[in-house]
């Protein structure tokens, strides 16, 4: 089982894993932590989310991060 919330499209699509697709997951590492420990997509299901990464959506910025960092 591959953790999909972390995981970037092409990694989700192409089972491709790089020094991007690490960054990627380090950027939701970083939503979880300005959200207190959500969970990504939480209120999805996998295969919600899995739909809503390869369409190219992104997390919404969680209130308590500054939009520089976002």
Known sequence: MLP???MPPES???RKFTTESDIW??????????T???QPWYQLSNTE???C???GRELERP???PSEVY
């Open 4 to 6: 999909i919330r972390w």
């Open 12 to 14: 989700i699509l192409y």
């Open 25 to 34: 997951s380090f950027g939701v590492v970083l939503w979880e932590i300005f």
């Open 36 to 38: 207190y420990g959500k």
């Open 49 to 51: 989310a899995i739909e």
């Open 53 to 55: 990464i390869t369409q």
């Open 63 to 65: 209130r308590t991060c």
